[in-house]
């Protein structure tokens, strides 16, 4: 159960957020850390969205398996107002976004690959994302399977740290604060079997451009709803630590973006191939 932090062979925590600020001693957001098959999340309960979510993915043991019947569901582990729930999403332009992916965990026997597939429409898990796809979207959607393949050749394992950043300035929106701004992390072992080395790489999604909550119109049957530019960008792992107020010394030290690209700022990526791996 839960997220491996020596999946890779390596050591590849779990970011971690400090709920007390140590420089004044001030209590900051709550936050509760759950286990599920090959996945955890790090659910902040004022905000009710994830801070972190970490997940280990074996590429060589993955399971293909559809939804399987699955309907995004509460945690009955932790109180319901600590989560973001069907109101959130009922009636407007918003989606239930997986921060682990569905696919992700459903690797292993066909019992645990089952677990795991259902556990990732917990609400815990989602977070609100604009609806419709494009290219943008799709690439962000991707970025998990461009790095597997590349790590395939080390064994095909990869551990995946996504979530909300949760801004202050996050509209608000049916008593809850929607998230502008994605996160994601990539992490595997490019070292051998004597000699490792944990490697990452980091993204940022912006969905400012699709979200508006002052005019998020109510659906109506059968009408499309409105589709504008995602875009995603590769960014130093030390730039993500910053925003999301996150502890993740050993990813930032693993980052492969060099410091002279990094230097120059984000990189705006419009395809696979312009990821620096």
Do not use: C
Request: no cysteine; glycine share 8%; hydrophobic share 45%.
């Amino acid at each position: 159960m839960g997220f491996d932090a020596r999946f890779l062979g390596v050591r590849a925590a779990m970011p971690r957020f400090e709920a007390t600020d140590v420089s004044t001693g001030v209590v900051r957001e709550a936050t509760v850390e759950l286990d599920y098959r090959h996945f955890a999340v790090v659910l902040d309960t004022t905000r009710r969205f994830a801070r972190a979510t970490g997940v280990n993915i074996d590429g060589a043991a993955l399971v293909d398996l559809d939804r399987g019947g699955n309907e995004w569901r509460f945690d009955e582990r932790i109180p319901a107002d600590w989560q973001a729930g069907p109101e959130v999403y009922a009636r407007n332009d918003l989606d239930r976004g997986h921060l682990v992916r569905r696919r992700d965990p459903v690797w292993g026997a066909p019992a645990v690959a089952a677990k795991a597939n259902a556990d990732t429409f917990h609400y815990t898990n989602a977070a609100p994302q604009a609806a419709g796809f494009n290219q943008s979207k799709e690439l962000w959607l991707g970025l998990e399977d461009h790095v597997l393949e590349h790590a395939a050749a080390h064994g095909q394992r990869l551990s995946v740290f996504t979530a909300p950043v949760l801004g202050e300035a996050d509209p608000p929106y049916r008593g809850i604060q929607v998230p502008l701004r994605f996160w994601k992390i990539a992490a595997w072992n490019a070292g051998t079997t004597d000699d490792a080395e944990l490697a990452a790489v980091g993204f940022i999604l912006d969905q400012a451009p699709l979200v508006d909550t002052s005019e998020l119109r109510e659906s109506t049957p059968g009408e499309a709803p409105a589709v504008g530019p995602f875009r995603t960008f590769q960014v130093p792992i030390g730039d993500i630590a910053v925003i999301t107020g996150l502890l993740m010394p050993e990813l930032v030290a693993a980052d492969r973006l060099p410091a002279t690209i990094a230097a120059a700022g984000w990189r705006e990526l419009e395809t696979s191939d312009q990821i620096l791996l």
